[in-house]
């Protein structure tokens, strides 16, 4: 059930522009007769309300027509993006309700979902009294008051933009955004880390860093020791430097010892 305050907005702003014309007389007819059942059917379209209305008076049901303008494509995806930014309002929508204060985002984009003003309509009717609106119209205007309490759906199907099309719109707007937000850079959302700066540049982070030739330690040298090999190590004990020593001994001596000796007897040519 639509809380309250939503479910009359939409028919007082819509029959406030009707009852306006000060005829009390014939809308008072218009609201008995809707009241009694005399709308036979109701069908709401892009821009135009049909109507067929049978009062007592009647021999035949008259065709009664309510038009106003649909908004153009523009209009309504400007208006769809506005909806879009507001998470209430989609959900709200989705969960087939009309929220609260829609009619301020219409207002934004100088429109409004129902007509408030007579200038905005056109009517007919069939039964070609005088003067319009007749008691049909009126009892048309009050058939469709009612069908916003029950579906306010149609408010939007006779600016041009029906239910179906209007979600679908909506959760691939919603969709997109949450998109939008995900591959955002760090920077770019709430609280996140400021993005790196000129002294993070790769010529700076160098700096930052030292000397790469410092940062990993001294190469080993290209040049040739005299009388060594290509690559060979200034001293041919240095390997047993960098092991850890096994615990054996030969004679009482550590076998590190042992070996040495004879490493540094090794020949440096092949």
Do not use: N
Request: hydrophobic share 45%.
């Amino acid at each position: 059930m639509l809380p309250g305050a939503v479910v009359t907005e939409l028919p007082v702003a819509f029959l406030g522009t009707f009852e306006s014309l000060r005829m009390g007389p014939t809308f008072a007819r218009g609201r008995r007769d809707e009241r009694a059942g005399h709308v036979r059917s109701l069908t709401i379209s892009s821009s135009l309300v049909v109507a067929q209305v049978r009062g007592p008076e009647d021999p035949r049901a008259v065709r009664a027509r309510i038009a106003v303008r649909a908004f153009g494509a523009s209009e309504w995806a400007a208006l769809e993006a506005a909806l879009a930014k507001e998470a209430r309002f989609t959900a709200q929508l989705l969960d087939g309700r009309m929220p609260a204060g829609i009619g301020d985002v219409f207002a934004a984009a100088g429109l409004s979902l129902v007509p408030l003003s007579l200038d905005e309509v056109a009517m007919d009717c069939s039964c070609e009294r005088w003067p319009m609106p007749c008691i049909h119209l009126a009892a048309t205007c009050y058939a469709l008051a009612r069908s916003f309490q029950e579906d306010p759906f149609g408010a939007f199907a006779w600016r041009g933009r029906g239910r179906d099309e209007l979600l679908s719109h909506l959760r691939e707007l919603r969709s997109t955004l949450a998109v939008s937000a995900a591959s955002a850079p760090a920077s770019a959302r709430p609280g996140g880390p400021a993005s790196p700066g000129p002294s993070s540049s790769g010529a700076d982070l160098g700096e930052q860093l030292g000397d790469v030739a410092d940062f990993w330690g001294p190469a080993v040298p290209a040049a040739v020791p005299a009388g060594g090999r290509p690559g060979a190590m200034t001293r041919p004990d240095a390997l047993l430097d960098q092991l850890d020593p096994p615990p054996l001994t030969d004679g009482g001596r550590p076998i590190v010892d042992v070996l040495r000796s004879a490493y540094l007897a090794l020949p440096d040519e092949p």
